[in-house]
């Protein structure tokens, strides 16, 4: 997603006196700078608010920033690189797995408060021969999964085996940028104004 702010900057220094209009670019840069920072840290903070059960710390960090500098005026916020699992929910879309199968919880999983298995879960399910089996039990139809072992010669199907998970976008990734970039009160033009009335304060 790209934002323009080119029109913000020729409405507010039209009538400028041409002996401070060097110091558009500086004031510019810094406020792309100042609005950047703010969109990374409010996409950041909404990971929290958005998703059920709130977001792990891994998650709540989720995005940073690029700065912009007089030269190359545009400063960039974007999702990190070992964070891909984010672009399912800000996009949609369908997610393939990595090997031969997704492993997707059933209803009689037991999961963490954010609606996931925890990597120790896993590894638990998938090392701990003489509580989990993988596959489908004798007398017993449907896919293969992962099956828990339970008091008494019982079992349950606590994960199975998907082809293909698809998710719908739910991170409003695009929206929260937008609308940190338009506030009336920090939003660039209010930051633009700022930082272009403190260069001309302390102009040589």
């Given at each position: 997603m790209?934002i323009?702010?080119?029109?913000?900057?020729?409405?507010?220094?039209?009538?400028?006196?041409?002996?401070?209009?060097?110091?558009?670019?500086?004031?510019?840069?810094?406020a792309?700078?100042?609005?950047?920072?703010?969109?990374?840290?409010?996409?950041?903070?909404?990971?929290?608010?958005?998703?059920?059960?709130?977001?792990?710390?891994?998650?709540?960090?989720?995005?940073r920033?690029?700065?912009?500098?007089?030269?190359?005026?545009?400063?960039?916020?974007?999702?990190?690189?070992?964070?891909?699992?984010?672009?399912?929910q800000?996009?949609?879309?369908?997610?393939?797995?990595?090997?031969?199968?997704?492993?997707?919880?059933?209803?009689?999983?037991?999961?963490?408060?954010?609606?996931?298995?925890?990597?120790?879960?896993?590894?638990?399910?998938?090392?701990?021969?003489?509580?989990?089996?993988?596959?489908?039990?004798?007398?017993?139809?449907?896919?293969?999964?992962?099956?828990?072992?339970?008091?008494?010669?019982?079992?349950?199907?606590?994960?199975?085996?998907?082809?293909k998970?698809?998710?719908?976008?739910?991170?409003?990734?695009?929206?929260?940028?937008?609308?940190?970039?338009?506030?009336?009160?920090?939003?660039?033009?209010?930051r633009?104004?700022?930082?272009?009335?403190?260069?001309?304060?302390?102009?040589?």
């Amino acid at each position: 997603m790209q934002i323009s702010v080119q029109s913000n900057i020729k409405e507010i220094t039209k009538t400028l006196d041409r002996k401070y209009r060097k110091q558009i670019p500086f004031a510019t840069s810094q406020a792309l700078n100042d609005v950047a920072k703010r969109g990374y840290e409010e996409s950041n903070k909404q990971t929290a608010n958005v998703f059920a059960g709130g977001a792990t710390r891994w998650t709540k960090n989720s995005f940073r920033y690029r700065r912009s500098n007089r030269r190359n005026l545009m400063s960039v916020v974007y999702l990190r690189d070992d964070h891909a699992y984010m672009e399912y929910q800000i996009d949609g879309g369908t997610r393939m797995p990595k090997r031969k199968a997704i492993m997707a919880p059933t209803r009689k999983a037991r999961l963490n408060k954010y609606g996931n298995f925890t990597r120790g879960k896993v590894q638990q399910m998938i090392n701990n021969d003489a509580k989990y089996f993988k596959g489908v039990p004798e007398g017993r139809t449907g896919s293969e999964g992962i099956w828990e072992r339970y008091g008494k010669g019982k079992i349950r199907k606590v994960a199975s085996y998907i082809e293909k998970a698809e998710y719908s976008p739910k991170f409003p990734f695009g929206k929260i940028v937008t609308g940190v970039v338009g506030s009336r009160r920090s939003g660039f033009t209010a930051r633009f104004t700022y930082r272009l009335r403190e260069a001309i304060r302390t102009a040589r």
